[in-house]
Nanobody, 125 residues
């Protein structure tokens, strides 16, 4: 049974930092590209960042470039999202997802096979 579990969310002041973690089990982690998505209240879920199987390639949504860093540790089946210089508009539920297929839009949620339940990030002004 595949499980994807996020952790590390919380309440932080604007300008602060958080590191999200996502641990996957029941699948061959290195066979999957991994992505972070977020959904703010009243808004659609959107792609935040993506990393390739090996960790060699990554993409970011424009609004988080230079502030967020995605990484993965394939020895621990774990994905990370380091979030610095947080802003109130970063407040959202953050989800981790696993994508087996290559060559598709990293932000296209249809191509993700497994999703976690999310971890809440709240940034106060």
């Amino acid at each position: 049974q595949v499980q994807v579990v996020e952790s590390g969310g919380g309440l932080v002041q604007a300008g602060g930092s958080l590191r999200l973690s996502c641990t996957a089990s029941g699948l061959s982690f290195t066979n999957y590209n991994m992505g972070w998505f977020r959904q703010a209240p009243g808004k659609e879920r959107e792609g935040v960042s993506w990393v390739s199987r090996s960790g060699a390639s990554s993409y970011y949504q424009d609004s988080v470039k230079g502030r967020f860093t995605i990484s993965r540790d394939n020895t621990k089946n774990t994905l990370y999202l380091q979030m610095n210089s947080l802003k109130p508009e970063d407040t959202a539920m953050y989800y981790c997802a696993a994508q087996m297929r290559n060559g598709v839009g990293w932000f296209d949620q249809r191509w993700y096979n497994y999703w976690g339940q999310g971890t809440q990030v709240t940034v106060s002004s």
